[in-house]
């Protein structure tokens, strides 16, 4: 029993307490954060949110403080980090600049299994909730009725695209947790559960995104399969897993590029304009408007969600590139992108052939959807400094071989 008891002690150490209490701060952030998106009135006391800012920043530096695992090129780019996003928050006034860098930094050393298991389970039981008192008139419902197309409907959240991309986040969390032992009934019922709120919200963008990734779930499943039969580790071309890799460059580059080279007479661009519903047109409107600066400006935008009431003076930047681009600043979204690139470069370099897919696809629906670092939907930048997959986990991967 002493034994017992002693190694009880020994393990609740000054990290691990400071680990846990993170954690139960984290989960009432990310609760706050994901209930912001919703129709739920719930009057927070005041100062809440200050006071949950207080106390994360207080147990992030404390694990700082106590953490002995941080290597010379994690202190530098931390620094860089810190200082780059911080300025641009002070210059610019977008908030969720502090709030990525809060969650990036008190994910250190923290198992990146263990962070994105909370994160889904905080929000599906959130998301079912919210889901249940719009279908029983709890909280409102919001229904689009549309000329010439379905009705939408947003079930207890701001908007119905934004109802379908917090399904398609989750079902790209519950991939990255399952992984390695992700089967083909899980892949289906992903899909299944896609088409469900493609009916529901009839949000086109993030359903064609839920398809392409099925489609390469299912793939590599089957290629999976083939190799285990055969005795061989699972691995992809080098070529192509660089070109996976290298995603968030390309897909930003490219929907910026367009977006600038976007104009009316354009036959190509119109045609590609309509396929992505005025994407390109609100898009080159911003930078006409805005311009880029390197600390980033207020961007005044008027979106058609929490209310069923058409707006004549509709204004929105979708895109998480051209919005990131204009409103954090050169330098903040260089910053943000070569995140994404680390992280992208991490899971290639460690044959985690799932978590590049999950990466790529994050890459391509950011080009469309605007929730590239908005804490209520995508939870993955935050893994830059967390711990990685135990070697349960890993051990699938070590045996590939590692992409040439």
Same mark, same amino acid.
């Given at each position: 029993?002493?034994?017992?008891?002693?190694?009880?002690?020994?393990?609740?150490?000054?990290?691990?307490?400071?680990?846990?209490?993170?954690?139960?701060?984290?989960?009432?952030?990310?609760?706050?954060?994901?209930?912001?998106?919703?129709?739920?009135?719930? #009057?927070?006391?005041? *100062? +809440?949110?200050?006071?949950?800012?207080?106390?994360?920043?207080?147990?992030?530096?404390?694990?700082?403080?106590?953490? *002995?695992?941080?290597?010379?090129?994690?202190?530098?780019?931390?620094?860089?980090?810190?200082?780059?996003?911080?300025?641009?928050?002070?210059?610019?006034?977008?908030?969720?600049?502090?709030?990525?860098?809060?969650?990036? !930094?008190?994910?250190?050393?923290?198992?990146? &299994?263990?962070?994105?298991?909370?994160?889904?389970?905080?929000?599906?039981? !959130?998301?079912?909730?919210?889901?249940?008192?719009?279908?029983?008139?709890?909280?409102?419902?919001?229904?689009?009725?549309?000329?010439? #197309?379905?009705?939408?409907?947003?079930?207890?959240?701001? +908007?119905?695209?934004?109802?379908?991309? #917090?399904?398609?986040?989750?079902?790209?969390?519950?991939?990255?947790?399952?992984?390695?032992? @992700?089967?083909?009934?899980?892949?289906?019922?992903?899909?299944?559960?896609?088409?469900?709120? /493609?009916?529901?919200? =009839?949000?086109?963008?993030?359903?064609?995104?839920?398809?392409? /990734?099925?489609?390469?779930?299912?793939?590599?499943?089957?290629?999976?399969?083939?190799?285990?039969?055969?005795?061989?580790?699972?691995?992809?071309?080098?070529?192509?897993?660089? %070109?996976?890799?290298?995603?968030?460059?390309?897909?930003?580059?490219?929907?910026?590029?367009?977006?600038?080279?976007?104009?009316?007479?354009?036959?190509?661009?119109?045609?590609?304009?309509?396929?992505?519903?005025?994407?390109?047109?609100?898009?080159?409107?911003?930078?006409?408007?805005?311009?880029?600066?390197?600390?980033?400006?207020?961007?005044?935008? %008027?979106?058609?969600? &929490?209310?069923?009431?058409? &707006?004549?003076?509709?204004?929105? %930047? =979708?895109?998480?590139?051209?919005?990131?681009?204009?409103?954090?600043?050169?330098?903040? /979204?260089?910053?943000?992108?070569?995140?994404?690139?680390?992280?992208? +470069?991490?899971?290639?370099?460690?044959?985690?052939?799932?978590? @590049?897919?999950?990466?790529?696809? %994050?890459?391509?629906?950011?080009?469309?959807?605007? #929730?590239?670092?908005?804490?209520?939907?995508?939870?993955?930048?935050?893994?830059?400094?967390?711990?990685?997959?135990?070697? =349960?986990?890993? *051990?699938?991967?070590?045996?590939?071989?590692?992409?040439?």
């Amino acid at each position: 029993m002493r034994e017992k008891n002693g190694r009880l002690l020994r393990s609740l150490n000054v990290e691990n307490i400071l680990e846990m209490l993170y954690l139960l701060a984290f989960v009432l952030f990310v609760a706050y954060m994901f209930l912001e998106t919703t129709m739920w009135e719930i #009057h927070w006391p005041g *100062k +809440y949110m200050d006071g949950l800012l207080c106390i994360l920043a207080s147990l992030i530096l404390g694990r700082v403080c106590f953490s *002995k695992n941080y290597s010379v090129k994690e202190t530098v780019f931390a620094v860089i980090l810190t200082v780059v996003l911080l300025y641009a928050w002070k210059q610019n006034g977008y908030v969720e600049l502090y709030y990525l860098l809060l969650m990036i !930094l008190g994910a250190k050393d923290i198992s990146e &299994k263990k962070l994105m298991k909370v994160y889904f389970g905080i929000t599906i039981v !959130l998301f079912a909730i919210v889901i249940v008192l719009a279908l029983t008139g709890k909280i409102e419902n919001l229904v689009y009725y549309q000329e010439g #197309h379905r009705t939408r409907m947003a079930l207890g959240i701001y +908007y119905p695209t934004d109802f379908s991309a #917090h399904v398609f986040f989750c079902s790209l969390v519950y991939v990255f947790i399952r992984e390695e032992k @992700l089967r083909w009934f899980e892949v289906m019922g992903i899909l299944l559960v896609g088409t469900g709120a /493609f009916w529901i919200t =009839d949000a086109r963008m993030n359903f064609l995104c839920t398809l392409l /990734f099925c489609a390469g779930l299912f793939l590599y499943l089957f290629y999976r399969k083939y190799c285990r039969k055969k005795g061989k580790p699972v691995s992809i071309p080098a070529w192509m897993s660089y %070109i996976a890799a290298l995603m968030p460059v390309l897909c930003a580059g490219s929907m910026i590029l367009l977006t600038v080279l976007y104009t009316r007479s354009s036959h190509w661009l119109g045609v590609f304009n309509r396929l992505i519903n005025a994407r390109l047109s609100f898009g080159k409107a911003g930078i006409d408007q805005y311009g880029f600066s390197n600390w980033g400006q207020y961007v005044e935008m %008027i979106g058609g969600g &929490k209310s069923v009431e058409t &707006k004549t003076n509709y204004f929105f %930047i =979708d895109c998480s590139y051209v919005s990131g681009l204009l409103r954090w600043g050169n330098i903040a /979204f260089a910053v943000i992108l070569f995140v994404m690139l680390i992280i992208c +470069y991490k899971a290639r370099k460690e044959n985690r052939w799932v978590f @590049l897919w999950v990466m790529v696809l %994050i890459s391509i629906q950011c080009s469309i959807e605007h #929730h590239l670092i908005e804490i209520a939907y995508s939870p993955f930048l935050w893994l830059l400094f967390a711990k990685e997959a135990e070697k =349960d986990d890993t *051990k699938v991967f070590k045996r590939a071989g590692g992409a040439r």
